[in-house]
């Protein structure tokens, strides 16, 4: 698929602080990527830098083939951290002036605010004034104030915060028809189980750094190592003979085992003690959220395996 967004080399810092240090990553269309890290790590910089709020002290950024103010950012939608509307206006005219800030035309931008407003469930609400909408029907509206214009670049920064699961669901799935009609989507997110369940490709900061980047497949294959859950009152001493083990999490009667990386999972099961107290085992590849917090505790699961690089 076409590269829509380019960054390259991206440095910026604030007073002496280097807040992101030599970022790269890719945005195709048609596909979900992803931009994770711990709170700090640089996200929101990087994503304000794409938008041209402020510019890098280094590096470029790149949509199709234009550069920093040559970017045409009427096709660009974007969905601010900071959340906020007008107040006393009414949802409609809040759309249309969206609409009107990226020159589309105004009877097609109606026509899309109706399909949006009844997709996500706020149907007869566009005579409604922003000021009487609940905070998670506002951010709906911001959505769909973000996507009006048909954008053929949509960065969500933060999308799901402060929406209940069944709103989280509604703009999951239409994320996903958006980039399954061709747009190129970046999103950051700590919803892990939501990034796993939906993108392509993620890049992931951690104190303004590249640790991941990498197709979701890749980034399990290369980081989802298994781990083995086994219930049952059982010492360390236990699992001290057992090979490819690279970390045991014992608390209670709950022992977590991480497996080293080529481990076949069949071979290493046939040789667990016989002396095992086993209430309950399960193994099952690491998650996203686990490869996630390891990174941000410094714990760096991404370093052991080294680095996926798209
Ligand atoms: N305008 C600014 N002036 C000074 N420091 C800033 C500014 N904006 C961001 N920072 C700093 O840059 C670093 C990265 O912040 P950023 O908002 O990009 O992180 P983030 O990954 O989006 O975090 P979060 O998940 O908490 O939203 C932080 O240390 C932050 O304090």
Known sequence: ???????????????????????????????????????????????????????????????????????????????????????????MDILLYFANLKDYPKEKARKRALDYLKKLGLEGKENASVEELSKGMGQKVQFIGSIIHEPELLILDEPFSGLDPVSQEIFKDEIKNLAKNGTAILLSSHQMNLVEEMCDRLFMISKGQKVIYGS???????????????????????????????????????SVLYL???????????????????????????????????????????QEAGESDA
């Open 1 to 91: 698929m076409e590269k829509v967004l380019s960054v390259e080399h991206l440095q910026k810092s604030f007073k002496n602080t280097k807040v992101l240090k030599d970022i790269s990553f890719d945005v195709h269309q048609g596909e979900i990527m992803a931009i994770l890290g711990p709170n700090g790590a640089g996200k929101s910089t990087t994503i304000r830098n794409i938008m041209g709020i402020m510019y890098p002290d280094e590096g470029r950024v790149t949509f199709h083939n234009h550069n920093g103010d040559e970017i045409p950012r009427h096709k660009i939608g974007y969905l601010p951290e900071e959340r906020g509307l007008y107040k006393n206006v009414k949802v």
């Open 216 to 254: 979701m497949d890749q980034v399990k294959a290369e980081y989802a190592n298994f781990k083995c859950t086994i219930r049952g009152k059982n010492g360390q001493n236990t699992f001290k003979s057992l090979p490819d083990v690279t970390r045991i999490d014992q608390s209670d009667d709950i």
């Open 260 to 302: 080293s990386k080529d481990v076949h999972v069949t071979n290493w099961l046939k040789q667990l003690p016989n002396d095992l107290n086993v209430q309950e085992l399960s193994v099952d590849r690491v998650s996203l959220h686990e490869i996630f917090v390891d990174i941000a505790t410094d714990k760096n699961i991404a």
